[in-house]
């Protein structure tokens, strides 16, 4: 990661590493259809950047989210501020 701009292949795919097998038997859906979750893949990861980032923060006080991941308990913050930044500075491989 450069210190303002994290990359997927650096930075969030090992995030998301211990959940990859877990996750591949969700199935979201948007407007170009289903898909099985694939944490692995940064093309998955970017098309449903939304739902993971309420999930990821769902955990949180006041979240609203329904369905908070990962399951067992919410990751560092720092992990999850990384995630935030990483969308936030446009999600590069």
């Not at 995030?15 to 097998?21: D, E, K, M, S």
């Not at 980032?53 to 913050?77: I, K, N, Q």
Request: aromatic share 8%.
């Amino acid at each position: 990661m450069t210190m303002d701009r994290p990359s997927f292949e650096q930075d969030i795919r090992p995030i998301f590493a211990p959940y990859v097998a877990c996750m591949k038997n969700v199935v979201l859906t948007d407007d170009d259809g289903a898909a099985e979750m694939d944490l692995a893949s940064y093309d998955c990861v970017v098309r449903f950047h939304q739902p993971i980032r309420v999930a990821l923060t769902g955990y949180r006080p006041g979240s609203t989210a329904p369905h908070p991941m990962p399951p067992g308990g919410a990751l560092p913050d720092d992990k999850i501020d990384l995630f935030l930044m990483w969308v936030e500075t446009g999600m590069a491989r």
